[in-house]
């Protein structure tokens, strides 16, 4: 069990458009989702922090107004991308957590965002 | 601010051979230790936790306080350990991982 997916696991946009990448936990209620950036080889950065039905927090050095994150429901969180410009290109991936008692983070495979 | 240090980007081993990743933290308070691993197109995983006290796939992994340390341990690695291995905090109470830079291990036959 503790399985996360994410969709889509690529996609490639122009410059300018928004794009939205989802991210769900299938078989267990996730309490907190996480959203994280990965450059090439390079570590995965925290973005912010997404809790059912309340506002994301935000690390700092994010903008909250470009990165914008919906969790509506248990099972799901979404980023979307806003005005998406060539150094918003990068892999996104998203973790969910059954809960603090956990402290266990279920990643998931990750979604490639090229912006042309 | 807590960080989480691993000062190799690659280590390379022959099979049998020991092999040690290490992991190094800055933290004040009690931190939990994690060692995530990915392999080859897959996603990132835990494999283990200070906390469990317990050997995963013959890996090991024990908390020293004084060095604030975290080493990450095999006595014979296989070449299927080959992976990107990440060593993570979490402070206080809270979920937020923070991550080091990762070290890629190649197991060479």
């Known amino acids: 069990g503790a399985v996360v997916s994410q969709h889509p696991s690529w996609v490639i946009c122009k410059s300018g458009t928004s794009v939205k990448i989802e991210c769900r936990s299938l078989d267990f209620q996730a309490t907190t989702m996480f959203w994280y950036r990965q450059f090439p080889k390079q570590s995965l950065m925290l973005m912010a922090t997404?809790?059912?039905?309340?506002?994301?927090?935000?690390e700092q050095g994010v903008e909250k107004d470009k990165f914008l994150i919906n969790h509506a429901s248990l099972t799901l969180s979404t980023l979307t991308v806003t005005s998406a410009h060539p150094e918003d290109s990068s892999f996104y991936i998203c973790?969910?957590?059954?809960?603090?008692?956990?402290?266990?983070?279920?990643f998931g495979p990750g979604t490639r965002l090229t912006v042309l | 601010a807590q960080r989480v240090t691993q000062p190799e980007k690659l280590l390379s081993v022959f099979k049998g051979a020991p092999v040690e990743l290490k992991c190094n933290y800055s933290y004040s308070g009690s931190p939990e230790l994690f060692w995530y691993v990915q392999y080859s197109r897959q996603r990132l995983q835990l494999l283990l936790r200070h906390i469990s006290r317990e050997s995963i796939k013959g890996f090991t992994a024990d908390l020293n306080k004084g060095e604030t340390s975290f080493h990450l341990k095999k006595p014979f690695a296989q070449e299927e350990d080959s992976a990107m291995y990440y060593c993570a905090l979490t402070q206080g109470g809270s979920e937020k991982l923070v991550f080091g830079k990762g070290t890629k291990l190649t197991v060479n036959p």
């Open positions: 997404s809790n059912e039905g309340s506002k994301a927090t935000y």
């Open positions: 973790s969910a957590s059954k809960g603090a008692g956990y402290n266990e983070q279920f």
